[in-house]
């Protein structure tokens, strides 16, 4: 399907609201049936009716057949954050004693499911760097039912062999899972290379304004019933009509807003690279990156996340260069209009920083909309200070 019919046309029935253009926010819970012969039907399939919006609601569908053409899949869940849509999936697919092969420095959140929640109900998993394709084969155990991917991962940007490691889980019978976030579906497709299940943080490229928290996850027809019937209704991570409109919006410019943050970062990157202050910078697209073949077989672009660190590196030296900072702001999160600063040392005190550990030292840009002149001459005055 054409990306252009996705994006302004696909799922949009506007003779059935007076053909406007940008869809109406059906602001309901409920909806209201003329016969019990209707309700109980409606009762009986949540999952193509809207009869309460836990569920479906008319706003909510539009999108849904959108994003799910997008990963080209059969369907679509939509969660208030992107995280519900790493978490639930797992909880409905999995059961006690069952095992997880997972990326090693996934997102942050991720790693504290599968750490602290998912322990509780008797559900462990394998870290491995999954850089290295054998240590999917050696960490699987005859118990492992999932294999977790996150390709780029977040803040160090390795990758996985998407392609290769979809067919060996597929030949063992285990389910596979793929963060998508870092490229969305414009970049990165990881149904057509044989992963079974995409999630992606709805919050970062698809809002794209720094104004909604959502999150989206895509696959069959059959595991997103199987999601949904169950563990989506039961946990109720349902997102707000007027979120999905948002959403809706935030399409119509998404190839524009992800080729602009990638041409941006790549002017960029090629110019802190040339700095005398940094000492090394990471991101996919850069041609020092470890892993460049793989990043441009399975990858058509890239996002505008990277990260850096400074020569001479130290705790005071990486808080004053972002304090400097007077355009780029500083916070979580990423792919809104606005460039961002992170440094790793935000999730740490000056008494646990080790010279040594180079995960500490990374400071992570998120390119944003903005001219890139701009963004290099705060860049600039922030480095000539420390
Ligand atoms: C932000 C993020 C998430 C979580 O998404 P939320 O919408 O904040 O819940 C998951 N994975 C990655 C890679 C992210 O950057």
């Given at each position: ?68 053409a997008l990963d080209g899949a059969d369907d679509a869940l939509v969660f208030s954050s992107g ?269 646990e920083y080790t010279a040594t550990d180079e995960r500490l030292q990374l400071i992570r840009m998120y390119v944003g909309l903005e001219d890139t002149g701009y ?12």
């Amino acid at each position: 399907m054409e990306l252009s019919f996705i994006l302004n046309e696909l799922g949009e029935e506007r003779e059935n609201y007076f053909n406007a253009v940008s869809p109406p926010i059906i602001q309901s819970s409920n909806f209201t049936f003329n016969t019990v012969t209707d309700l109980r039907q409606a009762m009986a399939d949540e999952f193509d009716t809207n009869l309460y919006s836990r569920g479906q609601n008319p706003t909510l569908s539009i999108l849904r057949k959108k994003l799910a053409a997008l990963d080209g899949a059969d369907d679509a869940l939509v969660f208030s954050s992107g995280i519900g849509a790493i978490s639930v999936p797992l909880l409905a697919l999995l059961k006690s004693g069952d095992h997880i092969v997972a990326v090693e420095n996934p997102y942050s959140w991720t790693i504290k499911l599968f750490k602290e929640f998912l322990p509780k109900f008797g559900i462990n998993t394998t870290f491995i760097d999954g850089t290295v394709y054998d240590n999917f084969e050696t960490a699987v155990i005859p118990q492992t039912r999932l294999i977790f991917l996150e390709s780029p991962n977040t803040f160090s940007y390795e990758l996985q062999d998407i392609k290769k490691i979809a067919k060996f889980a597929r030949s063992r019978g285990i389910v596979t899972m793929i963060d998508n976030s870092y490229c969305s579906p414009i970049y990165q497709q990881p149904i057509s290379m044989g992963i079974d299940l995409v999630a992606q943080s709805a919050t970062k490229y698809i809002g794209g304004h720094s104004d909604v928290v959502a999150g989206v996850l895509t696959g069959s027809r059959e595991l997103i019933r199987q999601i949904f019937d169950h563990e989506f209704m039961n946990l109720g991570p349902a997102i707000s009509p007027h979120s999905a409109w948002l959403l809706l919006r935030g399409l119509r410019t998404l190839p524009l807003r992800l080729q602009r943050s990638f041409e941006s970062t790549g002017v960029i990157t090629k110019w802190l690279q040339a700095h005398e202050h940094i000492q090394q910078l990471i991101w996919p697209f850069s041609e020092s990156f470890k892993q460049t073949q793989l990043a441009h077989e399975q990858m058509q672009g890239c996002g505008g996340l990277f990260s850096f660190s400074l020569k001479n590196s130290s705790f005071k030296k990486i808080e004053a260069f972002c304090n400097n900072l007077q355009h780029i702001l500083l916070a979580v999160s990423w792919g809104g209009h606005e460039s961002l600063i992170l440094p790793s040392i935000a999730s740490i005190s000056e008494q646990e920083y080790t010279a040594t550990d180079e995960r500490l030292q990374l400071i992570r840009m998120y390119v944003g909309l903005e001219d890139t002149g701009y963004l290099i001459q705060d860049l600039q005055q922030a480095l000539a200070k420390i």
